[in-house]
Structures are given as structure tokens and as C-alpha cells.
């Protein structure tokens, strides 16, 4: 099975910061965008950042100004978060998105995850 390859993550304290990592398998020709996103206490996948192709950054909200993604290459990201709250606690998920070979519409590769926690 085809996923994206996560590293970091880990314990920090509040206000402490942490990179997260993530690469694309080098069998994916074309990446249109890669990301992170984390799971909520809700059990919801929520938006964190993503980066598409041409270089737009997308982040969510309660990350603004705190959480900054780039990459190295189309197949390599990196997330720097900093000023981290407890409510950053979750597992961090790596997406990577891309045409099929044939036809329209996208598919995805997800990571298995990492766990961000905050605390003191």
C-alpha cells in the first residue's frame, strides 16, 4: 500500500515548537498538493496547512500565524509549529494529492499519522 512517509511530532511544552515531515512516494509522477491535517476530540479530519504545486499555501484557522508549511521539492514538506497550545494536541496526518493516471478528479495518499502533544 502506497503512503506518505511522516516524521517528528512528539512531547513539547506549551508555547514550545516542533517540525513535522512528510514525503511522497518518488512512484507518484505529479503531486497537485500536499498537507497536514489532524484529528479533532470530535473524531473529525480538520485542515492544518497545505501547499499546492504553484506554490498557495492554505492554512486553518486556530493555526494562523503560528504554523508555517514549505517544502523542499514537490514530494517534501516540512510544517513548523510554533507557539503551540495544548488544544494543538492530536495526531497529525500527511496528505498528498494527485491526478489518476487516466480521466479526471484526484486521489490520495494518507500517512499513518504522528502524535503531537502539549503539555506541561
Known amino acids: 500500500q502506497v503512503q506518505v512517509a511522516e516524521s517528528g511530532g512528539g512531547l513539547v511544552q506549551p508555547g514550545g515548537s516542533l517540525i513535522l515531515s512528510c514525503a511522497a512516494p518518488g512512484e507518484i509522477f505529479k503531486i497537485n498538493a500536499m498537507g497536514w491535517y489532524r484529528q479533532t476530540s470530535e473524531n473529525q479530519r480538520e485542515l492544518v496547512a497545505a501547499?499546492?504545486?504553484?506554490?498557495?499555501r492554505i492554512y486553518g484557522d486556530s493555526v494562523k500565524g503560528r504554523f508555517t508549511i514549505n517544502r523542499d521539492n514537490d514530494h517534501t514538506i516540512h510544517l513548523q509549529m510554533t507557539g503551540l497550545k495544548p488544544e494543538d494536541t492530536a495526531v497529525y496526518y500527511c496528505?498528498?494529492?494527485?491526478?489518476?493516471?487516466?480521466?479526471?478528479?484526484?486521489?490520495?495518499?494518507w500517512g499513518q499519522g504522528t502524535l503531537v502533544t502539549v503539555s506541561s
Open positions: 501547499i499546492h504545486s504553484g506554490g498557495k
Open positions: 496528505n498528498a494529492e494527485f491526478p489518476p493516471p487516466v480521466g479526471p478528479g484526484y486521489l490520495e495518499v
